[in-house]
């Protein structure tokens, strides 16, 4: 990673705004076994959350979730303002595999601006500025012009959190954002996250 120190623009926001709440929530694939249940969640902005637990006991599931990428099994999510499209209030982060290896790492970091896209589907200069600050932040200058195919896994971990930063939400939900890394990449982006939520009041 190269060591540029990008800048993180202060903005004003209410430290007591909820980004994200949950009431009564159970989580799972069968309503006779939940994985979680009763769970009833605050996220105020400008705070960094971690959910910690071995393997297997439904953390990705629960990011899926409060992601709305899966149905509860009961109660409700609660995600910014109802006027507001999900995909303008949230971004998420999976561990999922991407299949399209021939895709440059520029482009999928484009991904993030496509909410905001009018019929024309054309990049504004808002629009680059948005993912240059993204690529500025993880570091991956050396990276935007390699196909994904061609990452190794750290490196396609750092492009998609770029992306889920270009799209310029103000919740980001990450499923083991730091897997894959080395210690100094997982400290970096640790040390990232928690800037960005104290700085510019994500969650």
């Not at 109660?75 to 949230?90: Q, R």
């Not at 290896?101 to 520029?106: D, E, F, Q, Y």
């Not at 993204?134 to 490196?155: N, P």
Request: glycine share 6%; aromatic share 4%; with cysteine.
């Amino acid at each position: 990673m190269q060591t540029k120190t990008a800048r993180i623009p202060a903005i004003v926001y209410e430290p007591e705004k909820i980004l994200l709440t949950t009431r009564n929530l159970s989580i799972g694939y069968s309503a006779a076994q939940p994985l979680f249940s009763e769970l009833n969640i605050s996220l105020l902005a400008g705070e960094l959350v971690c959910f910690m637990g071995p393997n297997g006991i439904g953390k990705s599931t629960l990011i899926k979730t409060l992601a709305r990428l899966q149905q509860p099994l009961q109660g409700t999510i609660t995600i910014g303002s109802a006027s507001v499209e999900i995909e303008k209030k949230l971004s998420v982060v999976l561990t999922d595999r991407i299949t399209a290896t021939n895709m440059t790492v520029k482009e999928l970091v484009a991904y993030g601006r496509y909410p905001y896209l009018n019929w024309s589907v054309k990049l504004t200069r808002q629009d680059e500025d948005a993912m240059e600050q993204a690529i500025d932040l993880t570091r991956i200058h050396h990276l935007v012009d390699k196909q994904i195919g061609q990452l190794s896994d750290g490196q396609m971990q750092m492009a998609m959190i770029a992306r889920a930063l270009a799209q310029q939400t103000s919740l980001l939900l990450l499923d083991e954002p730091t897997a894959h890394l080395d210690l100094n990449n997982r400290v970096e982006i640790m040390n990232l996250l928690r800037e960005l939520a104290h700085t510019t009041g994500k969650g």
